[in-house]
């Protein structure tokens, strides 16, 4: 008889449970598409490196899920409250009917198990659907490359997310144990009398109100973009200031929110505009906490979407200038003062044939005579200013010609030509060279001793011609051979240079031997006489990946994960919220049917105030956000060259599909809810 029951409220009351069951389905899809992390690689070509990569980072989404399934059951069991509230009226029908409480605590329990199971079904189609999808973006992250796409599944991420939920649901019904019990027929009779006090507040001290929070925002704002975020951040003041502005805002907006529609008649006047901003500032006079605390948590939701994306764009941008072959070999012996690879690792009992398929010598040479802050005499002030001040007298290395030639090969580039006397200038960070380009907006040569070199291009290159381990600042002159070997016979003073090899490995070849002669060569460091040193190093393209990549695919998941979650809680709070005005306030669109007046004009006002409340919050946190990741893009461009704007546009997209999907819902939900009770 309960089941029967059970089946038949769920069936008629399918959009009293939409919010309900939009969260359920929501939340099981984000639990399994993120515990699936680790199984997305069986649809991608990966490295060994890559692949623990992706296995730590799989730990940690698996104990980040347990903090996300804390929260995630705090909504549910929120929502389950306003389910109660909504339904306190057919409660107390069963209560007449002479069904106890016990048995009523059972009948809600067999429709959250079958709301439960439509929605854990419904969210793992879903989650399976969206975590192929996340396996692509995450194959963008990790420059892998998939060859033969398949669909995967996750049996771990599967059996984790049933059995987090249906803890969840367990937890639920020992909920409405409890607090059904607790209500008497007489209760539940008087429940919809109690409707929600509004603060009366002077105009007067609305606006000043209104002044001093937005001074306190413009303050928080001030101090982050002049300190930067890293030190902001731990600013105490900065921090309450932010906070308690928020709060002001909408705090005195409700107090003057009406009489600001009111001073243009012609949109006040207009259909129910009247009536439906009464009740909207009904609303936000009564909810400005909450309105307030949405939007912050949108401002995070924002932030850690926006960043966790970019890092990852950045990083695997810098990915591709610092390690532009498989491998760089550092190598010089100092006892013979000549760089030959080959003859030295035969010594050492390593064929090169063995485990290089090409090998490249490049060296680069610096001048006492040609810094950086030489070149700043040719260039635009404003872009010495903004660029260049941080940086200071770096070294300009030469490199000869030919063996940049080489590079170009091994990278598969077209290679570069010079005349004898032309220069190709560089730099490895993007700051440099957009303040080496205004060099031709001044000169199209630059001076060297008694000579001049002509500029190849007026636009500089953007380059590092050998693997780096860390992202560095390096300026670099590209010279025909002919012209570097003119300079060196003249006894010019060259104060040091650095002696690379570039190498390709040949596929699946163990490069451990290499690894134990470079720890030996490093041990005898601190023994041997710098005349008797040799200087073995190699920097592969994997170990620096490894150290790279890990924080930054990492800092994405984690930074998607939780935004996502701050985002489906804030838009759960905003939808419910409304849902239960619409229970306050049926009686007085009951009035405006009885005075004729047509659905049509009810439903727009419907939606114009759920539309307002909705961008209220999202309004501000979007303002907050571009301060944010104005100053979050400082501490980015420190690890590289990269556009935080363009990850805000994918932050754009996921919150316009979760904030439309409530709004929708709200909407439709808002409506049943006040044509239901009017028929009542």
Request: aromatic share 12%; proline share 2%; glycine share 4%.
């Amino acid at each position: 008889m309960l089941w029967k029951l059970a089946f038949r409220n769920v069936k008629k009351s399918y959009r009293d449970y939409l919010i309900y069951f939009l969260t359920l389905s929501f939340s099981v899809c984000l639990f399994y598409t993120f515990n699936s992390f680790e199984s997305q690689k069986a649809v991608m070509v990966i490295t060994k490196t890559q692949s623990e990569i992706m296995r730590s980072t799989g730990d940690i989404m698996h104990y980040l899920s347990i903090l996300v399934a804390v929260i995630l059951g705090f909504l549910i069991l929120y929502a389950s409250h306003y389910l109660i509230r909504r339904r306190k009226r057919e409660l107390a029908v069963y209560m007449i009917l002479g069904m106890d409480a016990k048995k009523t605590a059972r009948l809600f329990t067999l429709e959250t198990i079958i709301i439960g199971v439509l929605s854990l079904v419904i969210g793992l189609i879903l989650g399976i659907f969206l975590s192929q999808i996340m396996s692509l973006i995450t194959a963008q992250m990790f420059l892998a490359e998939v060859t033969q796409y398949r669909v995967f599944f996750s049996p771990e991420a599967f059996l984790l997310t049933i059995a987090a939920f249906c803890l969840i649901f367990l937890i639920m019904i020992c909920f409405y144990q409890i607090v059904l019990r607790r209500y008497n027929l007489r209760s539940l009779l008087q429940a919809e009398a109690q409707n929600e006090k509004i603060m009366i507040r002077s105009i007067p001290v609305s606006i000043f109100l209104l002044i001093v929070s937005v001074l306190l925002l413009a303050y928080a704002y001030h101090t982050l973009l002049r300190d930067g975020f890293l030190y902001a951040a731990l600013d105490p003041i900065m921090l309450l200031c932010g906070t308690i502005g928020t709060f002001l805002f909408f705090f005195s907006l409700s107090g003057f929110f009406l009489k600001l529609v009111q001073s243009c008649p012609s949109l006040y006047l207009r259909n129910l505009n009247a009536f439906t901003m009464r009740q909207l500032n009904a609303s936000i006079n009564s909810s400005f906490v909450s309105i307030s605390i949405i939007c912050l948590m949108l401002l995070l939701s924002i932030g850690a979407i926006a960043s966790g994306i970019s890092i990852t764009q950045t990083i695997n941008q810098d990915m591709k200038v610092y390690t532009p072959v498989d491998g760089t070999i550092q190598f010089y012996d100092y006892r013979s003062n000549e760089m030959n690879l080959d003859a030295y690792l035969k010594q050492q009992g390593i064929q090169s044939d063995r485990y290089f398929s090409d090998v490249q010598p490049i060296r680069s040479i610096a001048s006492n005579d040609m810094k950086l802050t030489d070149l700043w005499q040719y260039m635009d002030q404003d872009v010495i200013d903004s660029k260049l001040e941080h940086i200071g007298a770096i070294s300009v290395w030469f490199i000869p010609l030919s063996q940049y030639q080489a590079f170009q090969r091994q990278t598969h580039q077209k290679p570069l030509k010079l005349n004898h006397d032309e220069v190709y200038l560089g730099a490895s960070d993007e700051s440099i060279t957009d303040a080496l380009s205004t060099i031709s907006h001044n000169t199209n040569s630059i001076p060297f001793h008694d000579q001049t070199l002509k500029l190849k291009t007026k636009k500089a290159g953007f380059f590092v011609p050998y693997n780096s381990a860390d992202t560095e600042y390096s300026v670099y002159m590209i010279v025909n051979d002919d012209w570097l070997k003119e300079q060196e016979s003249r006894d010019l003073e060259f104060s040091y240079s650095f002696h690379y090899y570039n190498v390709t490995f040949k596929k699946n070849v163990n490069v451990k031997p290499l690894r134990d002669l470079e720890n030996r060569t490093f041990e005898t460091l601190n023994e041997v006489s710098k005349e008797n040193r040799i200087q073995f190093t190699m920097t592969e393209k994997d170990d620096v990946y490894q150290t790279k990549s890990q924080m930054s695919v990492t800092f994405s998941y984690v930074g998607m994960y939780l935004g996502i979650v701050f985002l489906l809680s804030s838009t759960v709070l905003l939808a419910l919220h409304q849902l239960t005005l619409a229970e306050d306030n049926r009686q007085r669109y009951m009035i405006l049917r009885k005075l004729g007046t047509e659905d049509k004009m009810i439903n727009h006002s419907v939606c114009l105030q759920i539309a307002v409340y909705f961008l209220l919050p999202l309004a501000l946190a979007i303002v907050h956000s571009y301060v944010g990741i104005k100053a979050v893009s400082e501490v980015i461009s420190l690890l590289g060259k990269g556009d935080i704007f363009q990850s805000s546009l994918i932050t754009a997209g996921i919150i316009a599909i979760i904030y439309i999907s409530y709004f929708y819902a709200a909407y439709q939900s808002y409506r049943y809810i006040l044509k239901n009770r009017s028929i009542q």
